[in-house]
């Protein structure tokens, strides 16, 4: 196996990776909704417990990052590639993290109709997994126009963060939430806003590998 098919190859693998670590992430954003809804402990639990899952497989793809750096010492752009992918599964991990701090959250709810506050939890959700999904499809596939349609993404979760923040303000002043319910909204509202800052790292991080230094124009 010449040296350029045994880069192409644990290339590969690692790209696997990177899409089953993606995938996994998205799951535990996918059960927030429900937990949520169903005030749903035991399913809060497992978003919690998956994260170990996530870490195991950081350690995964760094290890096989310094691999492919160590052993096959790729140069210009093969080493771009590399590169970004050791920030971006630092990135994915951290979505991971965000995940499981809202599944924390939901163990301290004391009663199902806390999701009712806003509505707009449920498409935050959405837009910050969808977002999450397409940026690790823009890296692996190594499209810089899906990367940017995930920056422009952004704008969404933060417009939803930002009505969020608006009718919290509202019912605090009618007297319809109590503060430590306001300060658990206003907390998973922020992770999942974190989350939407991840997938855009993640999507500046696919520009980086195809363009170098001149990925600072996207920002």
């Not at 040296?3 to 190859?9: K, L, Q």
């Not at 590969?12 to 909704?33: P, S, Y």
């Not at 920030?87 to 994915?92: F, L, P, Q, S, Y």
Request: aromatic fraction near 6%; glycine fraction near 4%; proline fraction near 2%.
């Amino acid at each position: 196996m010449t040296a350029r098919i045994s880069f192409e190859h644990q290339l590969a693998e690692l790209n696997d990776n990177l899409v089953k670590m993606g995938r996994l992430v998205e799951n535990q954003i996918d059960r927030i909704v429900t937990a949520l809804e169903n005030h749903d402990t035991a399913l809060a639990k497992e978003i919690m417990v998956g994260d170990q899952y996530v870490n195991d497989l950081e350690k995964t793809i760094e290890s096989q990052c310094l691999s492919l750096i160590t052993r096959q010492q790729p140069v210009a752009r093969d080493l771009r590639i590399v590169s970004a992918a050791l920030k971006v599964v630092t990135d994915i991990e951290r979505i991971g993290d965000h995940a499981a701090d809202i599944g924390e959250i939901i163990l301290r709810f004391e009663h199902a109709d806390f999701y009712h506050i806003t509505k707009k939890i449920p498409p935050m959700v959405e837009a910050a997994k969808k977002m999450v999904h397409d940026s690790v499809d823009s890296f692996i596939n190594r499209d810089v126009k899906a990367a940017t349609e995930v920056m422009n993404d952004d704008d969404i979760v933060d417009e939803l963060f930002n009505d969020i923040k608006g009718e919290i303000v509202v019912l605090l002043q009618e007297g319809e939430i109590s503060p430590d319910y306001c300060v658990d909204v206003l907390m998973i509202a922020k992770y999942l806003e974190r989350i939407g800052d991840h997938a855009v790292n993640i999507g500046e991080w696919t520009v980086f590998q195809k363009s170098g230094p001149e990925m600072d124009r996207f920002s």
